[in-house]
């Protein structure tokens, strides 16, 4: 149980760091970050492929489409969309709708398959969802209390964040739905040469969208020597992008993985929340700032949810 809980913890410290490379390097517009996120996780793939060969070559056409489409939409989108949330509205608010994941994917799951998956009773479900929504709020008022003397164009831009982290919301949540029937259509298949899969559909993906940006690069620069195929400061972004590659894509999901072996699949499910608390710690501490009371009093309420929802187990009918 504590090596399991130890594991978990460490995931979410190791998934924490996505939500600050943005901030990093602000320079940096999100299409690049995600890119070069992705080119980096591809590149550690290519040598796990080798240990699951002869699973990889059972995958049908059928099934490399389908692990197409997983990543474009829980790899790419989903970080292109959190990328800019955080940029434009700093990393607390979009970490605080991301961490209310785990509720949100068990409401779709509540509204999709109730023969298969269960029904969580709606009744047992509200006071989780009303504890999650007023620490959104209670962030969000903290946050919109340190803009009070920004003009209405960083305002507008906070604003802009908070939408795009529901749409990556909508993109995580749309993810482990479609994964989870793939794997229970396919439960003679492993899971990790799935992962291995996805992970390598990403690189073509993210060279070729990396292609796509130098041209249109090329195509708009004033002229062509001005243009920086790694930005403006080369080393610190391949040496973020290499240390997310590893520790977030790679390390984290190992962690996670390991946590799952370990301990009840209920607890497991509370512990995702070490991803957002260690996400605004790291934000926190880039701000230099320690969070005041109506933020603490936020992200207390979301842990709270969070820990009452997945609680919850669904019943049967």
């Known amino acids: 149980m504590g090596a399991g809980v130890a594991f978990a913890l460490m995931a979410g410290l190791m998934w924490g760091l996505v939500f600050v490379g943005p901030l990093l390097l602000p320079e940096y517009p999100p299409v690049l970050h995600t890119l070069g996120r992705y080119v980096a996780f591809g590149l550690i793939t290519l040598p796990l492929a080798w240990w699951d060969r002869a699973e990889l070559r059972r995958l049908t056409r059928a099934d490399w489409t389908e692990a197409l489409k997983l ?3 829980g790899n790419f989108l989903y970080y292109l969309l959190l ?3 955080i940029q434009r509205a700093g990393a607390p608010l979009p970490t605080m709708v991301i961490g209310t994941l785990p ?9 999709r398959n109730h023969a298969r998956d269960g029904r969580l009773p709606w009744r047992r479900l509200a006071p989780a969802l009303l504890a999650i929504l007023g620490g959104i709020a209670s962030v969000h008022h903290a946050e919109m209390a340190a803009l009070s003397g920004a003009s209405p164009a960083e305002r507008g831009s906070y604003l802009w964040g908070g939408l795009l982290a529901i749409g990556a919301v909508a993109c995580w949540t749309w993810y482990p739905l479609r994964n989870g029937d793939w794997m229970r259509a396919h439960a ?13 559909v990403t690189l073509p993906l993210a060279l070729l969208g ?14 062509p020597a001005s243009v920086e195929p790694l930005g403006p400061r080369p080393w610190a972004f391949v040496g973020l992008m290499t240390t997310i590659g590893l520790l977030s894509s790679w390390l984290g999901t190992l962690c996670w993985n390991a946590a799952s072996q370990r301990l009840p ?11 957002t608390l260690a996400a605004l710690l790291y934000a926190f501490l880039l701000r230099g700032t320690w969070p005041g009371g109506a933020t603490l009093l936020g992200i207390g309420l979301l842990v709270a949810g969070v820990c009452v929802a997945v609680r919850l187990r669904p019943e049967l009918r």
Do not use: C, K
């Open 265 to 275: 699949t209920a607890l497991v499910g509370q512990l995702i929340v070490f991803e």
């Open 210 to 223: 990396y292609g796509a940006y130098l041209a249109w690069s090329f195509a708009f620069a004033a002229t």
């Open 103 to 111: 509720v949100v994917i068990a409401i779709a799951a509540n509204l």
């Open 188 to 200: 003679d298949r492993g899971a990790r040469a799935w992962a291995t899969a996805q992970g390598l």
């Open 71 to 73: 990543s474009a939409v």
């Open 83 to 85: 990328s800019s949330a």
